[in-house]
């Protein structure tokens, strides 16, 4: 079946500094999203992109759908200790279901 | 907007019992609605998709008469786990499409069971 390889697995940064990570697939997905979940609770939508090369923010964050469709990455500029979470990519197949990344767990140091 | 609730938000129950888990989709219709597993430290894996007024659709390796999935109106949908075992214990999380907006799905908050 399809997977995605998200990277990096975990990332220690310190406070203010940018963050990036990246999805590649060797499928096309028509629709890229990138969720954030907290400990003990559900992903919640960053963003969601639907053409590809298309480059979407939405405050810090910033997220582009790699024109190939294959590959999707997000950047988040000025981190702060509440971007601390688990980031997972998603790819939608036909109908609508989702293939998630393994996650970049994200932690900030202050 | 976009609120997806579940209930409960932790369950233990003992051996060989059932459990049944709630998602509602707050402020919006579902048309659809999926049901995942995350294991610790693991990613989410799609266990059923379920379709309002229809039969659910299971992935590849779920026992569906193990895993009931109910999806009896636009707002809620239910996932029983029957005569449940110790590995079945794991986060379970819901989301929902909204009938209007197509491509994105909202999730619940989760539901940890613990089988004892």
């Known amino acids: 079946g399809q997977q995605l390889n998200q990277s990096p697995q975990s990332m220690f940064i310190q406070e203010g500094e940018d963050v990036s990570m990246n999805c590649t697939s060797s499928?096309?997905?028509?629709?890229w999203l990138w969720y954030k979940q907290d400990p003990g609770e559900g992903p919640v939508l960053l963003i969601a992109?639907?053409?590809?090369?298309e480059l979407t923010s939405n405050g810090r964050l910033t997220a582009q759908f790699g024109i190939t469709r294959k590959d999707s990455f997000l950047n988040i500029s000025a981190s702060i200790p509440s971007d601390v979470g688990i980031y997972f990519c998603?790819?939608?197949?036909?109908?609508?279901?989702?293939?998630f990344g393994a996650g970049t767990i994200l932690r900030v140091k202050s | 907007g976009a609120v997806v609730s579940q209930h409960p938000s932790w369950v233990i129950c003992k051996s060989g019992t059932s459990v049944k888990i709630e998602c509602r989709s707050l402020?919006?219709?579902?048309?659809?609605m999926f049901w995942y597993r995350q294991f610790p430290k693991q990613s989410l894996m799609l266990m059923a998709t379920?379709?309002?007024?229809?039969?659910?659709?299971?992935e590849q390796g779920v026992e569906k008469d193990k895993f009931l999935i109910n999806h009896a109106s636009l707002t809620l949908s239910t996932l029983t786990v029957t005569s449940a075992h110790p590995e079945d214990s794991s986060f379970y999380i819901c989301?929902?499409?909204?009938?209007?907006?197509?491509?994105?799905?909202?999730f619940g908050p989760g539901t940890r069971l613990t089988v004892t």
């Open positions: 402020d919006f219709q579902a048309t659809t």
């Open positions: 992109l639907y053409k590809a090369g």
């Open positions: 998603a790819g939608q197949l036909r109908g609508n279901k989702l293939v």
């Open positions: 989301s929902a499409r909204s009938a209007g907006r197509s491509y994105e799905q909202y």
């Open positions: 499928s096309i997905f028509n629709t």
């Open positions: 379920s379709n309002e007024g229809s039969k659910a659709t299971y």
